[in-house]
């Protein structure tokens, strides 16, 4: 009876949780939605008058970039004791549409015109595209990387490699020589020796699947009717291996997409924060 109890106790709670994160989630869209109407309110109101409401929306838009650089240092910096590294992601991520929201009022299409207008134009539309890849790859990947058995470090991922394919070698060459090791000798020169010793391909970084590890297993499995007990041993253990080297790339595959998505939004961000300073200054400068 208490344990029925203790588990309604903990269901109600990530209820709770749960409807918290809900009603979080809600409020930070009706406060951007109440800043971007507030923005667009503004401009039509500069707009009447005659006034310059592209400079408004322009600087706001300037103003935002340059709180979203503020805002992605301090998500990198979780020793300094304002608030929590989730709390201020939060906050970057409602700030990006606020800012893509007033960059939509400021552009009259998706991409400016002029050669350097387009090209800032550009430069901010990879930033919001990489940014919005961003929360659905932190939102995803994590999960698909512990759902693999075995966690490494990025940095020591060529180590594991290594010791996975010596582990190979030394399984063909501390058998006894018979006409089933010859056959499962000349599989693992053709196809296992190749996986085992060479990095996985662009190919499967960009796109990691389960093929290369199903082609050898199964031939592995079609092995099996010319394997004597010995070598049959040796084989299941060769596809132990396999699997942990699947495993192991598939893991190297989406460490690195999330560090190219890091190096790439900052260059980026970067990129954009100096051209749009430089948007800046020549405007002021035209409308003086």
Known sequence: MASVTTKDAAQGLAGKFQLTFRMRRKVSLIVTAIALAVVYCIAQIQAGRLAHASFFTGFTVLASILLLVLLGVRRRLPILPLGTVATWTQIHLYMGLFAFGVYAMHVPMLVAGGIFESGLSIVFLLVTCSGFYGIYASRTLPKRLTAVDGQHRFDHVGWHRAQIAKSARQLLDNVHEHSGMRVLGSFYTHYLNPFFESRPSLA??????????????????????????????TAGRLAALVRRRDDLDYQYALQLRLRLWVVVHSVFSIALVAAALVHAVIAWRHAG
């Open 204 to 233: 499967y970084v960009m796109m990691p699947t389960g093929l290369r590890r199903r082609r050898l297993l199964g031939g592995l499995k079609e092995l099996d009717r010319y394997l004597e007990d010995e070598s049959r041993g």
